[in-house]
């Protein structure tokens, strides 16, 4: 209620959470923090029903940045359970 987005408020699954690099393993971050992205963007997606505006909105995030980075990351409206 105090308008900060927890780890819950994103239901990422436990495989995503456990995914994380193991520290001194060569494993790029870059793909790493996508995943992350993704997830967090799709659980906001959904919760919405895909409401692209309202899933901004929850990820603190403009519209505009949505749409971005759904596109860099590849989710279209296609991605609906």
């Known amino acids: 209620a ?3 987005i927890q780890t819950a408020d994103l239901q990422l699954t436990p495989a995503v959470l456990e995914e994380a690099p193991a520290a001194g393993s060569r ?5 790493y923090l996508d995943r992350v992205e993704r997830e967090a963007i799709l ?3 959904q919760q919405t029903n895909f409401n692209r505006t309202a899933a901004a909105k929850i990820l603190g ?3 505009r940045a949505l749409r ?6 590849a989710i279209s409206g296609q991605d609906k359970p």
């Not at 971005?68 to 990351?73: D, V």
């Open 2 to 4: 105090d308008g900060l």
């Open 43 to 45: 659980a906001a997606l």
């Open 68 to 73: 971005y980075r759904m596109e860099r990351l």
């Open 61 to 63: 995030v403009t519209f």
């Open 27 to 31: 494993y790029p971050l870059t793909d």
